[in-house]
């Protein structure tokens, strides 16, 4: 029943961009000139996932895919989540080549022409590093420390995971699909399946119009997807502290002991205490680590909540019936 206007007359797209959106009334204009631009020589959609904007976001949406063939919206039904929103985004779109970037402005447009040529050219993945990132300060140390902390867990060297000015093929954005993880990270997780990956070195500005979406904890959290959603890391660094500190207690308690031996008791026997409390503690806080580490391993496989809901897809060519990811 769908009636295909657009110009290609009902071809797939070749080339899909995929556009988070969460309250950027005052760019997703300027953006989707800026691609149409850009793209002009391509066969290509503009997949614009609206993540539950509450400003005039959606309105404006709805007269882009009105005046131009190329835009599709997808609405979610509330606020997900910039990752969420990506994998949403790339459940619809149809390219052979996927390109991510956000709709802030800070990923140029006019670089996606060479993350093309890098994807034709036949890598699977393609990541960028960010030039003269434009972000505070302290932003960038936080993604300094996460780069590397993820980096060393996932071992798939990669400089910026935080960029999402990024390219993808078909076959990757499918497994992404079929995963459908519960934090995904895109990058991360498409770096970890990637067979040919690249990396490529992109402009960035700052953001011009109001601040970042991310508060001090949504980026926390964020942070926590990428490194506890590829490594278990952290509690195994609580056991092995656990298990550090029982052998200290141990050490020390062999110690005062033979101490005791050669010297007789110290004064009332505080010291043997302390040793004998240290080394239990140090049991303790080790099994808990352990029991924590099959937790997360269980709790991550036992989890399988819907990540995103599409509430509607709306574009010239379809009005495409209302799609639940609960179903996978
Ligand atoms: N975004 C989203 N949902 C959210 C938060 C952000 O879709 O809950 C989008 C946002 O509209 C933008 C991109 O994700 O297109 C990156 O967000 P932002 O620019 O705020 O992040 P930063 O540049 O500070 O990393
Ligand atoms: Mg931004």
Redesign the pocket.
């Known amino acids: 029943m769908t009636q295909q206007v657009d110009l290609d007359a009902g071809r797939p797209p070749e080339v899909s961009i995929v556009?988070?959106?969460?309250?950027?009334e005052a760019s997703v204009e300027h953006l989707v000139d800026a691609l149409l631009r850009v793209l002009s020589g391509e066969n290509f959609e503009v997949v614009l996932?609206n993540?539950?904007?509450t400003d005039r976001t959606a309105t404006l949406l709805l007269e882009l895919a009105r005046v131009h063939p190329q835009v599709v919206i997808v609405e979610l039904s509330r606020?997900?989540?910039?990752h969420p929103?990506?994998v949403a985004g790339f459940s619809v779109a149809r390219g052979r080549f996927l390109v991510t970037?956000?709709?802030?402005l800070?990923n140029p447009p006019e670089e996606i022409p060479r993350l093309l040529a890098a994807l034709r050219s036949g890598h699977d993945v393609v990541g960028s590093v960010r030039q003269n990132r434009r972000?505070p300060w302290m932003?960038k140390q936080i993604s300094s420390l996460v780069n590397r902390v993820t980096t060393a867990s996932i071992g798939v060297g990669m400089r910026d995971y935080?960029c999402?000015l990024r390219g993808y093929s078909r076959d990757v954005v499918e497994e992404i699909l079929e995963l459908s993880e519960q934090a995904a990270f895109v990058p991360a997780l498409a770096m970890m399946l990637a067979t040919n990956p690249v990396e490529i070195e992109v402009q960035h500005s700052e953001?011009e119009e109001?601040?970042?979406?991310?508060s001090p904890l949504?980026?926390m959290r964020l942070g926590f997807d990428l490194i506890t959603g590829f490594s278990l890391l952290p509690i195994q660094l609580v056991s092995l502290a656990g298990l550090l500190i029982a052998l200290a207690g141990a050490a020390l308690s062999a110690l005062l002991f033979a101490r005791r031996i050669v010297l007789g008791p110290e004064s009332e026997g505080l010291f043997t205490l302390f040793a004998i409390l240290f080394a239990f503690m140090g049991v303790l806080l080790f099994a808990v680590g352990l029991v924590g580490e099959y937790v997360g391993r269980i709790y991550a496989e036992v989890r399988r909540r819907p990540t995103y809901r599409i509430r509607e897809v709306i574009s010239q060519s379809a009005v495409l019936p209302e799609t639940d990811h609960e179903e996978q």
């Open positions: 556009v988070p959106v969460f309250n950027e996932v993540d539950g904007s606020n997900f989540g910039q929103a990506v970037l956000d709709a802030d800070q972000d932003r935080g999402m953001r109001g601040a970042s979406r991310y949504r980026l």
